[in-house]
């Protein structure tokens, strides 16, 4: 896939393994239209089992991270197009619940400016967000006369308290990046000039640890919320396993190794040590 064809997405991928993908229509605020949602499905699926990528980092080209879907291009001029509205609809779900949720390494929202009602599916669609302290979060479907559907109304009960999710939703009152990690709608703010360096800071730590650990991880926490305790604890030996049988690096004997017989690591002050072959090019063949 030729990233520089995308006219709505950016996709920068470093040396270090971060895929940087930020929705790029910074003069509509990042509103997403559309062809932005069908490019964001094709980009997602190319970066998911792309090798070189250890981690993806959701941002925002300009000074708002996403303003909520296009009113006038989502809504308005698909009113009366039922079977162009239909595509649109499935691929607006399609990357920011189905394929974002699910992408198997780990993903960071990385937010500034504004964030209005539909951006909050991506939000929780990724497993971290780190915001600005002078980013503005809101659920204005209210003040529009609709309401915080295509997923938007469940993402908030499941991830924020029942009292903050009916609050912010029916008054749509807006909240900064301190007050938004307070209620953990984000993992932490951090003062705008600084959100950069401390996303990639969480980034580059993620990309050293053993991916397929990660990936069962995300797998395994999203799952668990909805199954009763012994379904979950079923599920997680059977997970425990799988990542058992996928790990290339062994992880889980190397560890012990390192631990039991070396004395070479600890695991309360950092992770096992793994080989150049593991964290290096092998691993992208
Ligand atoms: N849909 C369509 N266009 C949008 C948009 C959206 N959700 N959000 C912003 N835009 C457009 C504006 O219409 C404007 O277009 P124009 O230059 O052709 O007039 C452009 O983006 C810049 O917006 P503007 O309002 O001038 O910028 P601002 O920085 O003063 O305010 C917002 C930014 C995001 C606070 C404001 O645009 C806004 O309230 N947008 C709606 C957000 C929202 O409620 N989204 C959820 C929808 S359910």
């Given at each position: 896939m030729n990233f520089n064809e995308l006219k709505n997405v950016k996709v920068t991928i470093s040396d270090d393994g971060i895929a940087w993908v930020n929705l790029n229509r910074p003069d509509k605020r990042n509103a997403m239209s559309p062809d932005l949602h069908f490019e964001m499905v094709d980009v997602l699926k190319e970066l998911a089992e792309d090798p070189k990528v250890r981690v993806l980092v959701l941002g925002g080209e300009g000074e708002s991270w996403c303003a909520g879907q296009d009113i006038k291009l989502f809504f308005r001029e698909l009113d009366d197009k039922p079977r162009e509205r239909h595509l649109a609809r499935l691929a607006n779900h399609e990357w920011r619940w189905t394929l974002l949720s699910s992408f198997p390494k780990p993903t960071i929202a990385m937010v500034h400016g504004y964030c209005f009602g539909g951006a909050f599916v991506q939000l929780f669609a990724c497993d971290f967000a780190i915001a600005a302290d002078e980013a503005l979060f809101g659920l204005s479907e209210v003040n529009w006369g609709i309401l915080p559907g295509g997923l938007v109304g469940k993402v908030i009960v499941d991830g924020l308290s029942y009292r903050d999710a009916v609050y912010y939703s029916m008054t749509g009152e807006q909240l900064d990046g301190k007050k938004a990690a307070e209620i953990k709608l984000v993992t932490q703010s951090v003062p705008g000039e600084q959100l950069r360096a401390r996303t990639e800071a969480l980034a580059q730590e993620l990309a050293k640890k053993n991916p397929q650990t990660l990936r069962t991880i995300k797998e395994s926490l999203r799952l668990v919320r909805g199954m009763s305790v012994d379904q979950a604890a079923d599920y997680l030996l059977a997970k425990e396993r799988e990542m058992r049988f996928l790990d290339r690096e062994g992880g889980r004997e190397k560890a012990m190794t390192q631990f039991?017989?070396?004395?070479?690591?600890r695991p309360g002050y950092g992770e096992y040590q793994r080989g150049a072959e593991e964290q290096g090019e092998k691993e992208a063949s």
């Open positions: 039991l017989d070396e004395k070479t690591y």
